[in-house]
């Protein structure tokens, strides 16, 4: 069965860092690409970032440019979101999400992504 797993969220100060981590199970994540998503309350789903399976390009949002760096371990399966300087409006459910499209303009549609994992709570407060 082919699924991605979330993990690594969890409550965070403002200024604070996070770790996310993707993890693949069924399937290659190296032959795929990725996108973290994210949804806040009340709010739709919106894309975060995304880094191409063909020649590792990458996408970030305005909100999260500059913060966030998207990479991957191929030995362990797994994508990694790293973001810093957390602000409260980080504060949302984050998803990562598996595609067989390489274009990195495609990505950046969630229509773009079969596999969807679960996510995981991130909540920046002091």
């Known amino acids: 069965q082919m699924q991605v797993v979330e993990s690594g969220g969890g409550s965070m100060q403002p200024g604070g860092s996070l770790r996310l981590s993707c993890v693949a199970s069924?399937?290659?994540?190296?032959?795929?690409?990725i996108g973290w998503f994210r949804q806040a309350p009340g709010k739709e789903r919106e894309g975060v970032t995304c880094?191409?399976?063909?020649?590792?390009?990458?996408y970030y949002a305005d909100s999260v440019k500059g913060r966030a760096t998207i990479s991957r371990d191929n030995a362990k399966n797994t994508v990694y979101l790293n973001m810093n300087s957390l602000l409260p409006e980080d504060t949302a459910v984050y998803y990562c999400?598996?595609?067989?499209?390489?274009?990195?303009?495609?990505?950046?549609?969630?229509?773009?992504?079969?596999?969807w994992g679960q996510g995981t709570q991130v909540t920046v407060s002091s």
């Open positions: 880094i191409s399976s063909s020649d590792g390009s990458t």
């Open positions: 999400a598996a595609s067989s499209t390489v274009i990195l303009s495609a990505l950046r549609s969630q229509q773009s992504y079969a596999y």
């Open positions: 069924g399937f290659t994540l190296e032959h795929n690409s």
